[in-house]
């Protein structure tokens, strides 16, 4: 009878039906064909170095301009894409689309920035020193300029595989940072046989640095650690003046967050760079905020 009913059937097990797996469902639908409807873009947070005050980095961090929802953001789709292996696809866009990008600002006479783009776990997986490569030479970008965001539960799946991903990588001369470093669950034991260049310190220990001792400590053996380990370290999600004090006080090479500049447009990047060589901005800021 259910048979019977075809498309009735559906409707019949609706209500029951989560409806919350019915939205991925459309969501999944709408992603599959976001790439070829060109309804992705990126945006991009500038990485300031405490020491010099210099824009070191932009993080790409992705968008789907939905005809419908508007701005849809990574966290309510890459997760999707991952489940039904769209990353891989939007994942070489990214990668595409970010290299594309540094290359054309560096051409457009920019002072040199690595562009950081984010990995998911799937991508990791699949051969991606190979797609970098590829990347690289499709788009002209020298692979220093580029950086790769790893997590932690990313690099802790399979540790022979990473290190042997990450060396590839780094003998491309390719940059490697852990990404929300300390929310994961990575042994300091395996953290040393990683070739990384960078720790960035999750934004959940940079929120209470200020008012929170024990965050603060954490913070503190977090720089300390990295430094041992020859590692840069950059705290993430910095929005007030006090937090970059203690930041530059404890000696992090670095931070990203609100306080700086929020993810831009590609062309407000390019005004906001050409301001901060123009009349060094970025260095005055930087001194009054410490002061
Ligand atoms: P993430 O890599 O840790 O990126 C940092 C996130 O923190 C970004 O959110 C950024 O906009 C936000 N953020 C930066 N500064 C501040 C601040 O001062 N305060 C607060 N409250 N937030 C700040 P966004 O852009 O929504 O991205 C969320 C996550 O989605 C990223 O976390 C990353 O895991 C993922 N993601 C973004 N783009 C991509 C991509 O191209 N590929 C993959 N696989 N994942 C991506
Ligand atoms: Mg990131
Ligand atoms: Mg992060
Ligand atoms: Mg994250």
């Given at each position: 009878r259910a048979k019977q009913q075809g498309k009735d059937n559906f409707q019949l097990y609706a209500p029951e039906m989560n409806k919350k797996?019915?939205?991925?469902?459309?969501?999944?639908?709408?992603?599959?064909k976001a790439l070829n409807r060109d309804e992705f873009l990126l945006h991009y947070q500038p990485q300031l170095n405490l020491k010099t005050g210099q824009?070191?980095?932009?993080?790409?961090?992705?968008?789907?301009?939905?005809?419908?929802?508007?701005?849809?953001?990574?966290?309510q789709f890459i997760p999707l894409a991952e489940e039904t292996g769209l990353i891989g696809a939007i994942g070489e866009w990214v990668l595409q689309a970010a290299c594309t990008q540094n290359r054309a600002w560096q051409l457009a006479g920019l002072p040199p920035m690595r562009i950081a783009v984010n990995l998911s776990a799937r991508q990791f997986q699949q051969k991606i020193s190979k797609t970098i490569a590829r990347v690289l030479a499709e788009t002209g970008l020298d692979p220093s300029y580029l950086?790769?965001?790893?997590?932690?539960?990313?690099?802790?799946?399979?540790?022979?595989?990473?290190?042997?991903?990450?060396?590839?990588?780094?003998?491309?001369?390719?940059?490697?940072?852990?990404?929300?470093?300390?929310?994961?669950?990575s042994s300091l034991a395996t953290l040393r046989r990683f070739p990384l260049h960078t720790l960035k310190v999750a934004r959940e220990f940079v929120n209470d640095i200020t008012t929170d001792q024990k965050d603060?400590?954490?913070?503190?053996?977090?720089?300390?650690?990295?430094?041992?380990?020859?590692?840069?370290?950059?705290?993430?999600?910095?929005?007030?003046?006090?937090?970059?004090?203690?930041?530059?006080?404890?000696k992090c090479d670095g931070m990203q967050g609100y306080l700086f500049s929020k993810?831009?447009?590609?062309?407000?990047?390019?005004?906001?760079?050409?301001?901060?060589?123009?009349?060094?901005?970025?260095?005055?800021?930087?001194?009054?905020?410490?002061?």
């Open positions: 797996a019915l939205e991925q469902l459309v969501l999944a639908n709408h992603l599959y824009i070191v980095a932009l993080e790409a961090l992705i968008r789907w301009q939905h005809p419908e929802l508007g701005l849809v953001s990574p966290n950086e790769v965001e790893i997590t932690e539960s990313i690099a802790m799946h399979d540790v022979n595989f990473t290190i042997c991903v990450l060396q590839e990588l780094q003998d491309m001369g390719v940059y490697i940072a852990m990404d929300d470093f300390g929310t994961g669950y603060a400590a954490i913070i503190k053996s977090i720089v300390a650690l990295g430094h041992g380990l020859e590692l840069n370290v950059i705290a993430e999600g910095v929005e007030t003046p006090e937090q970059l004090k203690f930041l530059h006080a404890v993810p831009l447009s590609a062309n407000a990047v390019t005004q906001f760079c050409q301001q901060q060589s123009g009349s060094g901005i970025a260095q005055s800021l930087f001194s009054q905020k410490l002061e």
